[in-house]
């Protein structure tokens, strides 16, 4: 056989065998097509794998892409691409209902998202919101009313560290040791749930809420999660303004870096353990670890549990020169911000007139 009818058949064996390639893959694509398309959004069956009962709580505020995580982290569904791609598909998901479910791991697409839009409930839970800037002992104070745990047990369990949470060991030891990180939200709550557990439920949803790109935020500016915490609590507690938020976060990083106390009313209140709409010039003697009148830098810990929005200030200040700020609107809770000393006297007496 000559060199060219060599080189000529080697070269169709080549072609062969990279059309066979070719074949297989687009066959092994549209395998994985029909898969991803498919209302089967489990393949336990298959696998021959056991049927078993899924319990998954869905919490108020809950996204399809967040439902979609839950369902897959718990084994119910095996891609959470799969379901959100279905419920686009399908237009499902405007239904959904927060709540305790039962699922399991043979149910179809279509079946999920019929429990998931029943809004099912264990008769015997109970509903708790939590509201953003709720103190720890306003919470144990809550929780004691709805008849689950005793305030005792309740702070009892936010003293401890009895939880299998990363951010837990990096806490300094303090009183209220949790205080900052019960988020706020709605929750559902079983009547057989121990203080431990209603704890652990909300930390969890702490840890779900500042996630990877929250922690990657905070330690681009320096920043341990406490810390992040701690100047998301001081927001909350004086930002009613929405608008702000990222204001308010700048004042606090300025005056750190001036070496400026921070000087915030609210943790005058926190400190004193009173809600009250005014802080008198005596009040800001107290010699307490959360007043920023009376210590330098951060308080000693959190002056209550922030919301989503006031963490995600702390640690995204807007760019300011800002080192003071005023309340000028009593309606919004607007206020007015300057670098200027003498502007601020002016505001504050702008502020107390509108109180007489």
Same mark, same amino acid.
């Given at each position: ?5 060599k ?9 062969l ?8 893959g ?5 395998i994985k097509?029909r ?6 959004v ?8 056991a049927?078993?009962?899924?319990? #998954? @709580? +869905?919490?108020e &505020?809950?996204?399809v892409?967040? *439902? /979609?995580?839950?369902?897959? %982290?718990? $084994? ?9 791609y ?13 709540g305790?479910y ?12 019929d ?8 008769d015997?839970?109970?509903? #708790? @919101? +939590?509201?953003? &800037?709720?103190?720890?002992?306003? *919470? /144990?104070?809550?929780?004691? %009313?709805? $008849? ?11 003293n ?12 300094p030891?303090?009183?209220?040791l ?11 709550f ?18 779900e809420?500042?996630d ?8 681009t ?5 406490d ?7 001081l ?5 009613r303004?929405p ?8 004042v ?7 070496g400026?106390k921070?000087?915030m009313?609210a943790?005058?209140l926190?400190?004193l353990g ?5 802080v008198?010039?005596?009040?800001l ?9 009376y ?17 995600q ?21 607007e ?8 502007d601020?006297?002016?505001?504050s007496?702008?502020?107390?007139s509108?109180?007489?």
């Amino acid at each position: 056989m000559s060199k060219e009818k060599k080189k000529s058949r080697a070269g169709l064996i080549i072609l062969l065998v990279v059309l066979a390639i070719i074949v297989a893959g687009v066959a092994i694509g549209i395998i994985k097509i029909r898969q991803f398309t498919s209302f089967q959004v489990n393949s336990a069956r298959d696998r021959g794998e056991a049927q078993t009962e899924i319990s #998954v @709580t +869905i919490d108020e &505020g809950d996204t399809v892409r967040d *439902i /979609a995580s839950k369902l897959s %982290e718990n $084994g119910v569904i095996d891609s959470s691409l799969q379901f959100i791609y279905l419920c686009k598909r399908e237009g499902e998901g405007a239904n959904f209902q927060p709540g305790d479910y039962t699922f399991n791991n043979y149910m179809d697409f279509n079946e999920i998202c019929d429990v998931l839009k029943s809004g099912r409930v264990d008769d015997e839970q109970v509903t #708790v @919101t +939590i509201k953003e &800037g709720a103190w720890l002992t306003e *919470i /144990a104070n809550q929780f004691a %009313e709805t $008849g689950l745990v005793t305030y005792d047990e309740f702070m009892e369990a936010c003293n401890s560290r009895d939880y299998d949470y990363d951010f837990i060991a990096d806490i300094p030891d303090r009183d209220n040791l949790l205080e900052g990180y019960l988020f706020p939200d709605t929750y559902y709550f079983s009547t057989d749930m121990t203080a431990h557990d209603i704890v652990d439920k909300m930390l969890a949803r702490f840890d779900e809420v500042f996630d990877v790109s929250l922690k990657g935020a905070a330690q681009t500016r320096g920043l341990t999660v406490d810390e992040a915490v701690i100047v998301a609590s001081l927001i909350e507690s004086e930002a009613r303004y929405p608008e702000d938020r990222g204001k308010i976060s700048s004042v606090i990083y300025n005056r750190l870096n001036a070496g400026m106390k921070l000087q915030m009313d609210a943790s005058v209140l926190y400190a004193l353990g009173e809600r009250r709409d005014r802080v008198y010039y005596a009040d800001l003697e107290v010699e307490d670890g959360h007043n920023t009148y009376y210590v330098d830098g951060l308080p000693v810990g959190p002056i209550g549990n922030p919301g989503k929005d006031c963490l995600q200030a702390a640690v995204s200040p807007e760019d300011t020169d800002y080192l003071y700020y005023v309340v000028e609107n009593m309606d919004t809770g607007e206020h007015y911000f300057t670098s200027d000393y003498n502007d601020f006297l002016a505001a504050s007496e702008r502020y107390k007139s509108s109180l007489d």
